[in-house]
């Protein structure tokens, strides 16, 4: 593996559409209400990628550090892991992501609420401030929160309800309360990714102390409590389209429930652990279909 091939597999970029979907249903509530603007939707779509980045970088390094990706995980080889790239380079790049991420929140602030609405400023600043926290010490530093079960709670805030209810409050500045619920279904599709990713790896994490929530539940609860993932999201869904969008001709992007069905099926039948490999990519996609698909219907079904 050269280095241009170990960053771009560092970066993990087939996790970016999982990302991206929560600014995509963030943006799609703000057209819902009346508000567009391309500049902070572009750059609301390049902050969060550089954040996944980010955290990719991070998780890539604390986990290689820990001995957590050994040669038991399941799943592709890890740069820091295969030697690809060595800890000085690694961590370098996590401080130059860092700064990148920094000036895009910056730019993306200024654009949203421009120079004199300092009280909206100072608290997306902090927001960035956190989110830089959390994506490096996930797995990075001597007590990582993705090694003590918390990482489903984290991914939950960042992925659901600041990426969609955080985008919709950069176009409209006000909050919109029916808008926690497509916040609550992305939120929970994105746990559902994370905690196949835990059910996969959890013999593996079990070995090297990594305490997710599928260590500490059993691989049978961590299928129930994935089942019940999947309907809190479906549920929510459901709920904002009947209140809020009413219409039938856009209930078209319920389709993307489809395949998870299949999924759900797979992740029933399945006991050994690393034949869930296959699934994280199947749930992560349908995600982003269903959040693609709900930008379609409410800015060109309405």
């Given at each position: 593996?050269n280095?241009?091939?170990?960053w771009?597999?560092?970066a993990?970029l087939?996790?970016?559409?999982?990302?991206?979907?929560?600014?995509?249903?963030?943006?799609?509530?703000?057209?819902?209400?009346?508000?567009?603007?391309?500049?902070?939707?572009?750059l609301?779509?390049?902050?969060?990628m550089?954040?996944?980045?980010?955290?990719?970088?991070?998780?890539?390094?604390?986990?290689?550090?820990?001995?957590?990706?050994?040669?038991?995980?399941?799943?592709?080889?890890?740069?820091l892991?295969?030697?690809?790239?060595?800890?000085g380079?690694l961590?370098?790049?996590?401080?130059i992501?860092?700064?990148?991420?920094?000036?895009?929140?910056?730019?993306?602030?200024?654009?949203a609420?421009?120079?004199?609405n300092?009280?909206?400023?100072?608290?997306?600043?902090?927001?960035?401030?956190?989110?830089?926290?959390?994506?490096?010490?996930?797995?990075m530093?001597?007590s990582?929160?993705g090694?003590?079960?918390?990482?489903?709670?984290?991914?939950?805030?960042?992925?659901?309800?600041?990426?969609?209810?955080?985008?919709?409050?950069?176009?409209?500045?006000?909050?919109?309360?029916?808008?926690?619920?497509?916040?609550?279904?992305?939120g929970?599709?994105?746990?559902?990714?994370?905690?196949?990713?835990?059910?996969?790896?959890?013999?593996?994490?079990?070995?090297?102390g990594?305490?997710t929530?599928v260590?500490?539940?059993?691989?049978?609860?961590?299928?129930?409590y994935?089942?019940a993932?999947?309907l809190?999201?479906?549920?929510?869904?459901?709920?904002?389209?009947?209140?809020?969008?009413?219409?039938?001709?856009?209930?078209?992007?319920?389709v993307?429930?489809?395949?998870?069905?299949?999924?759900l099926?797979?992740?029933?039948?399945?006991?050994?652990?690393?034949?869930?490999?296959t699934?994280?990519?199947?749930?992560?996609?349908?995600?982003?279909l269903?959040?693609?698909?709900f930008?379609?219907?409410?800015?060109?079904?309405?």
């Open positions: 593996m280095k241009l091939k170990a771009v597999s560092a993990r087939r996790t970016l559409p999982l990302s991206i979907s929560g600014i995509l249903v963030g943006t799609a509530l703000a057209n819902l209400q009346g508000y567009t603007d391309m500049v902070v939707f572009c609301a779509l390049l902050t969060t550089a954040f996944q980045i980010t955290s990719n970088f991070a998780n890539d390094y604390g986990d290689g550090v820990k001995g957590t990706d050994s040669d038991d995980r399941v799943g592709p080889k890890r740069a892991q295969s030697g690809a790239l060595k800890k380079e961590k370098s790049g996590i401080v992501s860092v700064v990148f991420c920094l000036c895009l929140t910056l730019l993306l602030i200024y654009r609420f421009g120079i004199e300092w009280l909206n400023q100072l608290l997306f600043l902090a927001l960035g401030g956190f989110s830089v926290w959390a994506a490096i010490r996930y797995t530093g001597n990582p929160y090694y003590r079960g918390l990482g489903d709670i984290f991914v939950f805030m960042f992925f659901g309800l600041l990426g969609v209810l955080g985008c919709l409050f950069l176009y409209t500045k006000t909050i919109d309360y029916l808008a926690i619920l497509p916040a609550i279904a992305i929970s599709l994105c746990v559902g990714v994370l905690n196949l990713n835990n059910l996969r790896d959890v013999d593996s994490d079990r070995n090297h990594k305490n929530l260590v500490k539940m059993g691989f049978q609860n961590g299928k129930k994935h089942y993932l999947i809190i999201s479906l549920a929510a869904m459901l709920t904002f389209h009947f209140i809020s969008i009413k219409s039938t001709t856009q209930l078209f992007y319920f993307a429930y489809i395949p998870i069905i299949f999924h099926k797979k992740v029933h039948v399945t006991k050994v652990p690393a034949q869930l490999d699934e994280l990519k199947k749930l992560a996609l349908s995600t982003f269903l959040s693609f698909l930008y379609v219907a409410v800015n060109y079904f309405s």
